[in-house]
């Protein structure tokens, strides 16, 4: 299955029906229907737009929003998820990170979101309203280390339960 050019990041919602892809070289996020067999199906539209950049991707735990990092703009795009899968522009269509964002999480109540800027050496908190928004929790972002690349949140252990 082609993708726009640059594709750097996949993921794939909670119900495990649709896919997405984010195209670094094209600014684009590519979307698709996952078959019963695996295969990739283009939606229509095959793609949206992202700003520059698009770096990576998260979705929420419900399935209901996603986010996309955008390098070269300091910014994360944020799309609700429509019935067939197909994103659609958030209004806001973005909201502003540190420098050079590289990627995102969110945690496992989908409450929260968190972005890892790597010129600037921080990480930007964001809180997820009610209606799949991003709003930044604290200014200035939190420092990290020096030139962080990626940020995951600790797995949780399910085979006791």
Known sequence: MATNSGPVAIIVDPSGRYA?????????????TIGSDGALTAMTPSFVSAQMSPLDIVIDPNGRYAYVVNRDANTVSQYTIGAG?????????????????????????????????????????????????????????????????????????VSHR
């Open 20 to 32: 997405y892809v984010a195209c670094r070289g094209s600014n684009l996020v590519n979307q698709y």
């Open 85 to 157: 899968g197909g994103l659609v522009p958030m209004s806001p269509a973005t909201v502003a990170t540190g420098t050079r964002p590289v990627a995102i999480t969110m945690e496992q109540s989908g409450q929260h979101a968190f972005v890892v800027n790597t010129n600037d050496y921080t990480v930007s908190q964001y809180a997820v309203g009610t209606n799949g928004a991003l709003t930044i929790m604290s200014t200035p972002p939190v420092a990290t280390g020096r030139s962080p690349t990626d940020i995951v949140l600790g797995a949780v252990d």
